[in-house]
Nanobody, 127 residues
Framework: QVQLVESGGGLVQPGGSLRLSCVAS????????IGWFRQAPGKEREGVSC????????YYAHSAKGRFTISRDNAKNTVYLQMNSLKPEDTAVYYC????????????????????WGQGTQVTVSS
């Protein structure tokens, strides 16, 4: 059974940092891209970042570029999202997701092409 579990969220002051983890079970991350998404209260879910497994390519939303870094440790079946210089507008529930098998190792462009989702971890940026 494919399962993704996020952790590492919490309350942090503006300018602070958090590292989110996404641990996979039931499948080997070596062959799958992983994306990070977030959903703020009253807003639609949006893509934040994605890392492929084919060549390690990384992609970032404009709001994340220069502040967030996505990485993977296949030996631990884990993908990380290091978030620095956090802002109140980064407050959201953060989700990791794996693509449908058609995409496998590459990052899909559409959210609809991510088929397996974690339960989310809350990130709150506030003073």
């Amino acid at each position: 059974q494919v399962q993704l579990v996020e952790s590492g969220g919490g309350l942090v002051q503006p300018g602070g940092s958090l590292r989110l983890s996404c641990v996979a079970s039931g499948f080997t991350l070596d062959y799958y891209a992983i994306g990070w998404f977030r959903q703020a209260p009253g807003k639609e879910r949006e893509g934040v970042s994605c890392i492929s497994s084919s060549d390690g390519s990384t992609y970032y939303a404009h709001s994340a570029k220069g502040r967030f870094t996505i990485s993977r440790d296949n030996a631990k079946n884990t993908v990380y999202l290091q978030m620095n210089s956090l802002k109140p507008e980064d407050t959201a529930v953060y989700y990791c997701a794996a693509p449908i098998p058609t995409y496998g190792s590459n990052c899909p462009r559409r959210e609809a092409d991510f088929g397996s989702w974690g339960q989310g971890t809350q990130v709150t940026v506030s003073s």
